[in-house]
């Protein structure tokens, strides 16, 4: 990416267009001039069409045959090309003119379009964490080769890589890095109070506004579980230099911890946007596109250590950082896989997801210094795994 370039000058990708994140990302672009070349998704075909109308892309990548074949027709009096297919969002993820590729696609699937945007060349603002919780050494080693940046959009790490830029450069310097977490709808709940929980309670988050899927592990607190696999593959840490502390106001987004017990936090209020403009100006600062924080409004800030007893998950998402190789992958599908279910109905009750998770990683061995197809195939059988155990 050529960061002499100011936003109005900049040619972005933007993966996973019609989620959450991706359409903030398109609010930025919107709000700071920033040309959209390229977007992706997998199947809503309504508001993709809505969105290549405003920002006029030169392609559009559709996961679904059938859908991509339903979008050209309702764009063909416009320029954009739709192609379609599981290798899609590489293909527009890989487009030479690009400065930058947003990936906000959702779930392992996002892994693929950030390996072929670095060996493009191309900065990568992620906010799939899936692609460094599976393969994080891997993406990482193949950034440095490429010489490309990984630029963390997710609001934990984006808080950890800005204490970071006023960091010495010794490395020796950095303690730790300490992710907040709000806890989710249901903090101080017991196992019992848990195995009650329905789809809809599971998917009111108190402070943030996300996709399904990451509610829900945003509620199992998995999802914090997936951020200190994604921190220590971004930052180079082992598990114990990776700390959780609970923080309902989701104000403080994450903090540092230097040797000299410092400690330096970035806040905010809660707000994905903040964190896309960061990636998309880096290494400078734009406007605000978020509202600005009131600190007499707030009133206190609160901190809690979370309860890895009853959330079991992020207890055994350490278990899988400190095995490495293939476990975090493992684990990652049988996540997907089992809050998959969940959200269909296809579970029996919401600790489901913890004993389909749980029991399923127990079941494999990991596979150290992996390679993609180790991952890929780890991935596939971890996801057979949870099918089994839903067909007994």
């Known amino acids: 990416m050529n960061c002499s370039k ?13 989620g959450s994140v991706g359409r903030q990302t398109l609010d930025v672009a919107a709000r700071t001039g920033a040309e959209v070349i390229a977007l992706s998704a997998s199947s809503n075909i309504g508001l993709l069409e809505d969105q290549i109308r405003q920002f006029h892309p030169h392609l559009c990548a559709v996961r679904d045959s059938e859908a991509a074949k339903q979008l050209r027709i309702a764009v063909s009096d416009t320029d954009t090309v739709v192609i379609d297919g599981e290798n899609a ?200 596109v978020i509202e600005r924080l009131d600190l007499t409004s707030v009133g206190s800030l609160s901190f809690f250590k979370p309860d890895t007893e009853t959330f079991s998950l992020l207890a055994l998402a350490y278990d899988a950082l400190r095995v490495g190789g293939t476990m975090p992958a493992i684990l990652n599908a049988a996540t997907e896989c089992a809050v998959g279910h969940f959200l269909r109905g296809e579970v029996g009750s919401f600790t489901d997801i913890f004993d389909l998770v749980g029991e399923t990683v127990a079941e494999f061995s990991s596979s150290p210094n992996p390679s993609i197809d180790d991952i890929i195939s780890a991935d596939l059988e971890a996801r057979r795994a949870v099918e089994r155990r839903l067909s007994l």
Not at 13 to 18: E, P, R
Request: net charge neutral.
């Open 6 to 18: 100011k936003p109005k000058d900049k040619r972005i990708v933007v993966l996973g267009s019609t």
């Open 89 to 288: 969002a590489s293909e527009v993820a890989s487009l030479p003119e690009a400065d930058i590729v947003f990936n906000s696609t959702s779930g392992f699937a996002g892994l693929f379009p950030t390996l072929a945007a670095i060996a493009a060349g191309h900065d990568v603002a992620l906010a799939n964490k899936e692609t460094l919780v599976a393969a994080g050494e891997i993406v990482m080693n193949s950034a440095r080769e490429r010489r490309v940046r990984i630029l963390p959009v997710d609001s934990e790490h984006c808080a950890v890589f800005q204490c970071l830029q006023t960091r010495a450069a010794e490395e020796r310097e950095l303690r730790s890095v300490i992710l907040t977490a709000s806890g989710g709808p249901f903090r101080g709940y017991t196992r019992e109070m848990l195995s009650r929980v329905t789809r809809e309670q599971a998917l009111r988050h108190p402070t943030w506004k996300m996709g399904p899927k990451i509610t829900v592990d945003c509620a199992t607190l998995m999802n914090k579980g997936l951020e200190v696999i994604e921190a220590a593959r971004l930052y180079d840490l082992d598990a114990d230099r990776v700390r959780v502390v609970v923080h309902p106001e989701s104000i403080i987004h994450s903090m540092v911890e230097y040797t000299d017990n410092a400690v330096l936090a970035q806040l905010a209020v809660p707000d994905m946007r903040s964190c896309i403009s960061y990636a998309l100006h880096y290494p400078h600062r734009g406007d605000a």
